[in-house]
Each structure stands twice: as structure tokens, then as C-alpha cells.
């Protein structure tokens, strides 16, 4: 099974994306995560690709793609894949298609994480990570057991450079110019398109991806 989950930033695909790769067994391919490795690892690339994450605009098409040809060619008898945060534009989709057709793979569905624009900003503005093992906090909704300290391992949590307001802001107008017609580029497909509402309890909106899925 392949599936891509979409939506705005901040619709909670890391963390649905993280509990389905668990309960699935699958590989979850988050090219927000492979360019934060990038640019954490100081490569080229990661140089490169770090202005253009702080402005919340996308990163060039070819890039994108070159990372996920690398991580999908160990993928032709592997587990199933989570596509989270890709492909986000027309042009990344027909390149996706191209590279699972080659490697003799297909898309099963693409699940929509619908939640609203002030939603969004609310949620993003309380999210903090830990620099130190990557997890994922919600001042609101999942907060550290101590402020500001990782639950994991300890370390300070911070907050990503590009869930400042105004660049989630950016991000957004970025997602309903570029991102959002790609759910029509999939209907046109033939491709079913499940549209689930984010903006719910964690384990709730899980159900329901787990629902669909079993279908
Ligand atoms: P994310 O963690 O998915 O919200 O991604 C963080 C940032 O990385 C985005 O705002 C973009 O600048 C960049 N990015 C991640 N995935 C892509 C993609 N598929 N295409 C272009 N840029 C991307």
C-alpha cells in the first residue's frame, strides 16, 4: 500500500503520518524531514534549501524529487510508503507517477487532513520539536510533561524558524496556490481522494485513517 497523506502545513500529517508507519508497518517519506536533515547536516543542499524554507516557499521541484528517487529505490519489494508533505505541486505528481511506475509500484489513496486557515496558525504558533531526538510537541494539544523540556530524552525544545506567524502565513497562500490543485490532479485519475477533518482529537482523526485504510 502507497499513500500519500496531504493537506496544509500544521494538519497534523507528521504525527498521523509517524502513528500510521507504527501501526502499518510502513515507511513513512517526509521530504520536510529529509531537507531539515539536510540542513542540520550543513550539506549543499541543506544550505541551499534553508532560505527557501525560512521564506515558506517550495523548494525546487528537481530537488524534491532527487531525494525521493534515493529513498524510493530500496523501495521496489519493501513495505508500503506514506508520502507526508510530497508531492506538493502539479509537476512533483507527475514525477512521482513516473518514478512509482517505474519501479512497478502504484498509488492506493491520498488522504486529505482538511482544518482551517486560523486553526492552522493557532497550532503552529504552540508546536515545538526537540532539536536533540526530533519529537513533536503542541503548547495546546500534546504539551511536554515540563515546559520547554523534551519528554524522550531531556533536551530544550525550540521552535521551527518557519512556524513564525508570518511565515505560516506564507505557507499557507504557498499551499492553496501550488499544493491544492494536486488533489484535482489525482481525481482527474482516478486516484480516491478521502477528505478526513483535522481539527480533532489526535486518536479520533487515527480512527479514521485506520477506517479508511482497512477499506
Ligand atoms: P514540512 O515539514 O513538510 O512542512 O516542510 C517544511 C518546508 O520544507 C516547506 O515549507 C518547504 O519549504 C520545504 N518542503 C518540504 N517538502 C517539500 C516539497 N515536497 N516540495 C517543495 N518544498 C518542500
Known amino acids: ?82 508520502f507526508d508533505g510530497f508531492p506538493r505541486t502539479v509537476s512533483q505528481a507527475e514525477g512521482l507517477s513516473t518514478l512509482l511506475a517505474g519501479l512497478g509500484l502504484r498509488l492506493d489513496a491520498v488522504l486529505l487532513l482538511d482544518v482551517a486557515d486560523d486553526a492552522i496558525v493557532r497550532r503552529l504558533s504552540g508546536r515545538l520539536f526537540c532539536p536533540s531526538c526530533q519529537a513533536v510537541y503542541n503548547l495546546y494539544s500534546e504539551p511536554p510533561a515540563v515546559p520547554g523540556i523534551c519528554d524522550r530524552c531531556g ?39 478521502h477528505v478526513v477533518a483535522g481539527d480533532r482529537d489526535i486518536n479520533e482523526v487515527q480512527a479514521d485513517l485506520v477506517r479508511i485504510l482497512a477499506r
Open 1 to 82: 500500500m502507497n499513500i500519500i497523506l496531504f493537506g496544509p502545513p500544521g494538519a497534523g500529517k507528521g504525527t498521523q503520518g509517524e502513528r500510521l508507519a507504527g501501526h502499518y508497518t510502513m515507511l513513512r517519506l517526509s521530504t520536510g524531514d529529509l531537507l531539515r536533515e539536510a540542513v542540520r547536516k550543513g550539506t549543499p543542499l541543506g544550505l541551499e534549501a534553508r532560505r527557501t524554507m525560512d521564506a515558506g516557499e517550495l523548494v525546487p521541484d528537481a530537488v524534491i524529487l532527487g531525494l525521493v528517487k534515493e529513498v524510493m529505490a530500496g523501495q521496489r519489494e519493501g513495505t508500503g510508503v506514506i
Open 155 to 193: 533536551a530544550a525544545l525550540s521552535q521551527r524558524d518557519d512556524d513564525r506567524e508570518e511565515t505560516v502565513r506564507r505557507r499557507l497562500a504557498v499551499y492553496r496556490e501550488q499544493t491544492a490543485p494536486v488533489v484535482a490532479w489525482y481525481r482527474a485519475r482516478q486516484v480516491p481522494v
